[in-house]
Structures are given as structure tokens and as C-alpha cells.
């Protein structure tokens, strides 16, 4: 069955440095989102991406994200310079369809900031 | 923007059917309600989806009241497997997905 894959599976870094976590797609999927998870909370939506561009971001992603496709295949997420309380699991899902469509997720990077 | 609301946690025994409860304030016309499955430290993992009515699969039922306000997901007969956080999604925008806050549904032997 495809699935979506992440890398780092658990990333450690200094407050400030830039992180950027990785993700691949269900090959044919549309439709890319990030989502954070702080420990024992919700899962929040980040961000969705499509046709090269931003379709939807939410209060959380600032200007310290962005997302990219730098080739037909990954699917980044890039903090400019972590703070503390981006410490979280990060979820990259894709899709085959927009709005209600099934979103796949990955297993997900965990991001420590210390 | 339409907003989903959830329970916080629930216990149940093995065997017993389960029944989570979501509202879906403003839901739009055109928007589906889905539902995930999440385990420690796993993604969330699509369950079922619908649009209105009851809608079966081999792992759980989902009502919908003509209303579309809210909607009710069944798990027959739970097995300690079955212990997660279940999430209600619905669209906030065009493209924005948002979960509930979950509800933790444990099951005892």
C-alpha cells in the first residue's frame, strides 16, 4: 500500500537554528498539508499546498515557515529559527483530492528544541 | 469558518459498542465529515467519511442528521486495539482541514 514517508523520524536542535523536515507524497497525490502535534494536545493544521503554491495557512505558520517542492517528489517544511515551543510532532499528509478528501499521514518527525 | 467540537475522553469495556459525538457548527453545503483514528505517537489514520445519513465500513458506522450539526461515529464491539484518540475533521476553507480536539476512548479488558 503507498504511504507517506518523513525524515528526520526525530530531530534535536539548538533554540535559533533552522530546521527543515522532510516529506514524500503518495506519488500521485495533489494535495500536501503539514500538521503539528504539541505533546498531549490536538493535531493543529499548518499548512496546505497545491499546484505549487500555498492554498491555506493557519495563525501558527508565520513567517519563521515556509513549504517547498523542490523536485516532482519531496515536500518540505523549513523553520527559519526554532524557538522552544516549536518543540512538536510534525505530520505531513497528502491527498488525492481537495477540501474533504482522505488525507494520508506520514508517521510523523519529531522536533525537539532545546 | 465551520468548528468542530469533541468530547474530552470516555471509557469503555471490550465487547461494548462506543459512540463519539462531534459537532459541526456552520458546516457548509458542500463539506464532508471525517473522521481519524490516532495512536501514540503514530499519524492520524482516515476511519470514515460522509455527507449525510449512516454510512458503514468494515471498521465503524457514521450518522449524520438531516441537519448536518452534527455527527455520530460507532464502533461496534471494541477490542483493546481499538484504544486511540478519535478525531472529527472538517473543512475550515478551501483547503483547510482542521481536527477537533479529539476524544480518548479507552478500552478495558
Known amino acids: 500500500e503507498p504511504e507517506v514517508t518523513q525524515t528526520p523520524s526525530h530531530q534535536v536542535t539548538q533554540m535559533g537554528q533552522e530546521v527543515i523536515l522532510r516529506c514524500v507524497p503518495i506519488?500521485?497525490?495533489?494535495?500536501f498539508y503539514w500538521y503539528r502535534q504539541i505533546l498531549g494536545q490536538k493535531v493543529e493544521f499548518l499548512v496546505s499546498f497545491y499546484n505549487n503554491e500555498i492554498s491555506e495557512k493557519s495563525e501558527i505558520f508565520d513567517d519563521q515557515f515556509s513549504v517547498e517542492r523542490p523536485d516532482g517528489s519531496n515536500f518540505t517544511l523549513k523553520i527559519r529559527s526554532t524557538k522552544l515551543e516549536d518543540s512538536a510532532m510534525y505530520f505531513c499528509?497528502?491527498?488525492?483530492?481537495?477540501?474533504?478528501?482522505?488525507?494520508?499521514f506520514g508517521e510523523g518527525s519529531r522536533l525537539t528544541v532545546l | 469558518l465551520a468548528k468542530t467540537t469533541q468530547p474530552i475522553s470516555m471509557d469503555s469495556y471490550e465487547g461494548q459498542e462506543v459512540n463519539i459525538t462531534c459537532s459541526h457548527n456552520?458546516?457548509?453545503?458542500?463539506?464532508?465529515i471525517t473522521w481519524y483514528q490516532q495512536f501514540p505517537s503514530q499519524g492520524p489514520r482516515f476511519i470514515i467519511q460522509g455527507y449525510k445519513t449512516k454510512v458503514t465500513n468494515e471498521v465503524a458506522s457514521l450518522f449524520i442528521p438531516a441537519d448536518r450539526k452534527s455527527s455520530t461515529l460507532s464502533l461496534p464491539r471494541v477490542s483493546l486495539s481499538d484504544t486511540a484518540v478519535y478525531y472529527c475533521?472538517?473543512?475550515?476553507?478551501?483547503?483547510?482541514?482542521?481536527f477537533g480536539k479529539g476524544n480518548q476512548v479507552v478500552v478495558i479488558p
Open positions: 506519488s500521485n497525490h495533489l494535495y
Open positions: 456552520n458546516i457548509a453545503t458542500n463539506d464532508y
Open positions: 499528509a497528502s491527498s488525492g483530492l481537495a477540501g474533504g478528501g482522505e488525507l494520508f
Open positions: 475533521l472538517g473543512p475550515q476553507g478551501n483547503n483547510r482541514l482542521a
